[in-house]
């Protein structure tokens, strides 16, 4: 008798997938390791050390709170030990496929006997809209669910490759990636894609996020930053990120805005985003990494869409 294991994306689909009554249980990854340092050891020491130092410089996570929140639910990962089945809920956007790539690597060192199914939302209907799990109804998460697609061990060992690439120094390799279309993984090219882009632009030293805060202030003119962080939400593309990640890159970016009652960039702010000047000097921070890799160590040449080392 085979047993089941769903691992999700995070605590409000865990509270929706509770509602359908599937078999097997639930475990929660609380991790969003599109940000900060990375190694590709996953659940080992150093990981969860450098994880932990992180968030707690970043995002003002207390020790106890991680300890709570992410190590007790990783714990309790290790403990279910007898499930050879193993169900992955998943998204389209980058915060999504980065922690995928994370269990994915984890299973394959701890988990060898088990198979792992993936469900992972996007592309839903024939419009161009990419939909999270929870903008799903039941019918649709059931089909999802139904139809989920069996990774074999060629589609788990590139996952696990493309993770140590992330973890890597040089996003170069990442860069020179060209095989996705080879395996059960739909919307990673896409998130490495976005992945890259977070790398400081030639043209003006912003990232992809970067340049997309500030023409959105100087698009839309939200009336305070409360409707800015909605304008901005609604129209992040591939992100997936949350506010949270969002008022962090605002803060950086303030010398930019003039005001944010109403939301207003200075003279400098239009200058940089028409890439008039760079911003470069003043965001760099020789402690910011992406993965594995320092984030101004490298360029991105949006005219070739090449990454380049400084």
Not at 57 to 86: A, G, M, W
Not at 153 to 170: F, G, H, T
Not at 197 to 204: D, H, K, L, V, Y
Not at 214 to 224: F, H, T, V
Request: with cysteine; aromatic share 12%.
């Amino acid at each position: 008798m085979s047993s089941l294991l769903h691992i999700t994306n995070g605590d409000s689909f865990t509270d929706r997938l509770n509602t359908l009554n599937l078999e097997g249980e639930i475990i929660t990854w609380r991790e969003m390791l599109c940000e900060g340092k990375t190694l590709n050891q996953v659940g080992s020491e150093s990981f969860w050390k450098a994880r932990y130092e992180f968030l707690h410089n970043n995002y003002k996570v207390s020790k106890s709170s991680f300890i709570e929140k992410t190590l007790k639910e990783y714990r309790s990962l290790c403990n279910h030990k007898k499930q050879d089945q193993i169900v992955l809920w998943f998204e389209y956007d980058l915060f999504c496929q980065i922690n995928m790539l994370a269990v994915i690597s984890w299973l394959q060192t701890h988990r060898k006997y088990a198979q792992i199914t993936l469900v992972c939302s996007g592309k839903e209907d024939k419009s161009d809209k990419l939909y999270g799990l929870n903008e799903l109804n039941n019918e649709q998460l059931q089909k999802l669910y139904v139809d989920r697609i069996v990774l074999t061990q060629d589609d788990i060992a590139y996952a696990d490759y493309v993770w140590q690439l992330y973890c890597s120094d040089n996003p170069i390799r990442l860069e020179n990636l060209t095989d996705f279309k080879n395996y059960q993984f739909k919307y990673l090219e896409g998130a490495i894609k976005t992945h890259l882009q977070r790398f400081p632009s030639i043209a003006n030293g912003l990232n992809l996020m970067e340049n997309n805060i500030l023409q959105l202030a100087k698009d839309y003119k939200p009336a305070n930053k409360k409707e800015f962080m909605r304008t901005v939400l609604a129209h992040q593309g591939n992100f997936g990120f949350a506010d949270l990640q969002y008022q962090r890159a605002i803060t950086r970016l303030k010398p930019l805005f003039s005001s944010f009652n109403p939301v207003r960039l200075t003279k400098k702010g239009k200058e940089i985003l028409d890439k008039q000047t760079s911003y470069y000097s003043c965001i760099q921070n020789n402690e910011v990494y992406l993965g594995g890799a320092l984030k101004y160590n490298f360029l991105y040449n949006t005219a070739s869409d090449r990454i380049l080392k400084l």
